[in-house]
T-cell receptor
Framework: GQNIDQPTEMTATEGAIVQINCTYQ??????LFWYQQHAGEAPTFLSY??LDGLEEKGRFSSFLSRSKGYSYLLLKELQMKDSASYLC??????????WGAGTKLIIKP | GAVVSQHPSWVICKSGTSVKIECRSL??????MFWYRQFPKQSLMLMAT?????????EQGVEKDKFLINHASLTLSTLTVTSAHPEDSSFYIC???????????????????FGPGTRLTVT
């Protein structure tokens, strides 16, 4: 079967760095997405990785290792507004998105 | 990024009535639209995938006669919840992918652009 695993909840301090991991097992691979979702709102796109390596975009970076079926989202200089759920999703061979359950990130002052 | 709108943003209806939710891609032509449902503190659950001009593909466990999906054009898809019941109360989110921008240069992407969601409460 297809499976996406990510931690249910993480806590970090304002100004610090946090890494959210995602492991996956899917039928085929056409890229991995990270989305941010604030409570009561729809998800918003953060990043897309299809090749191995690190993609940096401001305070957020996303890493992919296809051989390990592994990705992480790195958030630097955390701000209170970063408190949200972070969803990992993998596009399979049929171009369908397989969603993880999301990681709720709590930022403390 | 591309813009997707949903209407209404929230709706309250009585049990047994039907509710229609619209999803529009405002600045690109969406070849595929997706409908999701999300219960409180849970992840997104894909309900169905629809391609313009063809019947929607429903996920297992989703009643196609209860959740009617129409994707009549490259910019509009509708979800109708028929004979709604309190257990249908949820956050319904659409997303759109693929296609070409209506204005500006052509773009094709498998990225899903999400609408803002519709909160449905059935009393």
């Amino acid at each position: 079967g297809q499976n996406i695993d990510q931690p249910t909840e993480m806590t970090a301090t304002e100004g610090a760095i946090v890494q959210i991991n995602c492991t996956y097992q899917t039928s085929g691979f056409n890229g991995l997405f990270w989305y941010q979702q604030h409570a009561g709102e729809a998800p918003t796109f953060l990043s897309y990785n299809v090749l191995d390596g690190l993609e940096e975009k401001g305070r957020f970076s996303s890493f992919l290792s296809r051989s390990k079926g592994y990705s992480y989202l790195l958030l630097k200089e955390l701000q209170m507004k970063d408190s949200a759920s972070y969803l990992c999703a993998v596009m399979d061979s049929n171009y369908q998105l397989i969603w993880g359950a999301g990681t709720k990130l709590i930022i403390k002052p | 990024g591309a813009v997707v709108s949903q209407h209404p943003s929230w709706v309250i209806c009585k049990s047994g009535t039907s509710v229609k939710i619209e999803c529009r891609s405002l600045d690109f032509q969406a070849t595929t639209m997706f409908w999701y449902r999300q219960f409180p503190k849970q992840s997104l659950m894909l309900m169905a995938t629809s391609n313009e001009g063809s019947k929607a593909t429903y996920e297992q466990g989703v009643e196609k006669d209860k959740f009617l999906i129409n994707h009549a054009s490259l910019t509009l898809s509708t979800l109708t919840v028929t004979s709604a019941h309190p257990e249908d109360s949820s956050f319904y989110i659409c997303s759109a992918s693929g296609g070409e921008r209506i204005t500006g240069e052509a773009k094709f992407s498998y990225e899903q652009y999400f609408g803002p969601g519709t909160r449905l409460t059935v009393t």
